[in-house]
Structure formats: structure tokens, C-alpha cells
């Protein structure tokens, strides 16, 4: 008798967010499947879980989900799990589980965190309808098209993006998307949980502010409702307000509660105009 693929979810930060039942098939299965050894190796340390570990990545991808097979097909039971999050959403493991299914090996999921579902929880941005794309094209050209693909798509739009492509990225949805509502999650469930709201022009202001950009991003797009969102400069909407009779520090707070920003990012771009 084969053994079981257990698709196993793993915290996406915070390594209490994980659930008992996972941590009883980890416990259980004769071997784990995982991207790093060495962060795996952190969860299973935290837990005092010993189990035999073998590196699955999309760089030995196929080689290794014939070795996986060959195991499952002996009767032993593997649990496959990613770095963080959910296995096979944007990461390898898609080869292992089609060719599973094929063989007739059973395939169970053990649900857990979604670095997705978590932040488009409490984006505010609409969720009855979303379209999960992966990492948008690295090229500039590329990512435009995807963009241009999905204008007229009714939901909301949700990427992951790398720290060194994010600045790019929104220059780019602002030309093609215009001023919708966008919103940043960053180092989710960690110590510097942090999520970002504004139209692209303002995020991208406030993040070239930064020294440095750190931590993989989960970008969300709002959809087009037919209303533009505001993409007046951030030191012009403030300066508006104090011309109207705000004083310094209520127009500083009134945008920022506007747009969804903190009042220190505003109080340093109009301090820095």
C-alpha cells in the first residue's frame, strides 16, 4: 500500500501560527520534503520534531519527485512543505502532486497560514471577488502587458513582489492602472508587520523615502469602481488644507488618515518638498 502526500502549510512569520494537526503530521510522516532545509529546520527545532529532511526546490524539482514518488510508492508517508505559508502557491510542488494524483498516491492538504488570504483580510480592500497572480514579469515591458491584461478585470488584484522590483512595479500600475487604491503588506505576522495604503504615486513617494527596502511585499490592487482615488501629491493635499485654515498639524493628520498612511511618512514628505 502507497503512502500519503501530506501538503503541509507552515507559518508565514510568526512561528505560533501553525496548527496542531500540523504539527502532529510532522511528527508522524517519515520524511519532509522542504525549499531550505536550514528554515525548516527552525520550525521543526522550535517544536523539538526530528524527522529526516530532503531539499525540494524548483532547481531539482523533477529529479526529486521521482526519488518522492519512488518513497510514496513504498508506503511511506511524506509531508511537503514550503518556506513559509502554503506549498505550491507561487513555490514548487505543482510536478510532485500532478504525478501523485496520477499514480493513484493520495494527496492530502494540511491548511494553514496564506500569506494572500492574510493580507487581503485586513487590507480593506474588496475581497468578494480577487484574482491571485504570483510575481508580476521582471521587465518592464512584460509587466505592463500583464497590467494591461488585467485592467478591466473586476476584483481585486493581488502579486507578490520583491523589495528591489516594488519601486518599479508601482510606476508601472500607475501608468497603466491609474490612481486606484493600492495597498502594501510587508513582514507579516513578524515584529514589523506593516501594511501601506494609497494610490501607487503616494506609495512609491513614501517608500523611495526609505534607506532600504527589506522583506518580499504582497501587493494589492483595488478595482475600478469608476471613482479615482486622489493622487494629488501628498505635500500639496497638506498644503491645500492649511491654505483652507488647517493648522500645520491637523492637515498633516487629516491626510494621512485619508490616504491610509502614517503621519510620519506624511510629516516627512512635506517636510522635505
Known sequence: MSGILYVVATPIGNLEDISARALRTLREVDLIACEDTRQTRKLLDRYEISKPLVSYHEHNEQARSQELLKELAAGRDIALVSDAGTPLIADPGYRLVEEARAQGIAVSPIPGPSAILAALSA?????????FRGFLPAKTT???????????????LVFYEAPHRILEALEDIAAILGARQVVLARELTKIHEEFLLGTPVELKTVLQ????????????????????????????????????????MQALKTVARQRGLSKRDVYKQFDER
Open 142 to 156: 512584460q509587466r505592463r502587458k500583464v497590467l494591461e491584461e488585467l485592467k478591466g478585470y473586476d476584483g481585486t
Open 123 to 131: 487590507s480593506g480592500l474588496a475581497t468578494d471577488s480577487f484574482q
Open 209 to 248: 523615502a526609505r534607506p532600504a527596502l527589506k522583506g518580499e511585499f504582497t501587493l494589492m490592487i483595488g478595482k475600478s469602481n469608476g471613482v479615482e482615488a486622489d493622487d494629488t501629491p501628498v505635500e500639496e493635499a497638506v498644503q491645500k488644507l492649511i491654505d483652507a485654515g488647517a493648522s500645520r
